[in-house]
C-alpha cells in the first residue's frame, strides 16, 4: 500500500462564511461543523433539509476527502445526505440565499 494511504488526515483550519439555516440552536453554530471535534452544528427546529454551509479554508490546500458524522445521541434531524463541492472562488452568497427553503 501507499504511504499516503498510511499517513494520518489532518483537519485542516476553516471559518465558515455563510450558512442558510436561519440561524442555529444557542452553542451549536455552523462553525462548530468544521471543528473536526465532538462539537455540532444544530439548525434552527423545522429546518431539516438542503442547508448550506459555505466554508473557507485558512489556507490554500488539496483536499482529498471530506467527513460527515451525526452526534451520537440527542438530536431530531440527523444528517441523511451531503454533497461536498470545492471551488477557488468564493461564491456568490446572495445566490446562495435564493435557494433556501422559506424562499
Known sequence: KSQLLKTPRKTLEATALFADDGGHIAG??????????????????????????????ATPALVTAFRFA???????MPLKDAVALAS???PNLDDNRKYDDDQ
Open 28 to 57: 451549536y453554530p455552523a462553525q462548530n461543523a468544521l471543528s473536526g471535534g465532538p462539537e455540532c452544528w444544530c439548525t434552527r427546529p423545522g429546518v431539516d433539509r438542503n442547508v448550506d454551509l459555505v466554508a473557507e479554508l
Open 70 to 76: 451525526n452526534p451520537e445521541a440527542g438530536y431530531t
Open 88 to 90: 477557488f472562488d468564493v
